[in-house]
Nanobody, 124 residues
């Protein structure tokens, strides 16, 4: 059974940084697609960044390019999201997701497994 568990969320002032982690069990990150999504209250879930083809490539949403960085530690089977220069509009619940295919897009339907989410709140 695949389980994804996020951690690292919290409250931070604008301009600050946070690092989110997503620990996986029953799933090997090096094989397929992984991603971070986020969902703000009253808004649809949106893709933040995807890691496709086992981490060989990545794609960032324009809103986070240059500020967020995805990485993985295969030995620990953990996915990370380093978030710098945080803005108030980054406030959302952040979800880790994993897919069974090597190729994916920022469409939630491409992903088969989801974590429970970790809240990120950025204040001005």
């Amino acid at each position: 059974q695949v389980q994804l568990v996020e951690s690292g969320g919290g409250s931070v002032q604008a301009g600050g940084s946070l690092r989110l982690s997503c620990a996986a069990s029953g799933y090997t990150y090096s094989m397929s697609c992984m991603a971070w999504f986020r969902q703000a209250p009253g808004k649809a879930r949106e893709g933040v960044v995807i890691f496709y083809n086992g981490g060989a490539g990545s794609y960032y949403a324009d809103s986070v390019k240059g500020r967020f960085t995805i990485s993985q530690d295969n030995a620990k089977n953990t996915l990370y999201l380093q978030m710098n220069s945080l803005k108030v509009e980054d406030t959302a619940m952040y979800y880790c997701a994993a897919g069974r295919e090597r190729w994916c897009t920022m469409v939630p339907g491409d992903f088969h497994y989801w974590g429970q989410g970790t809240q990120v709140t950025v204040s001005s």
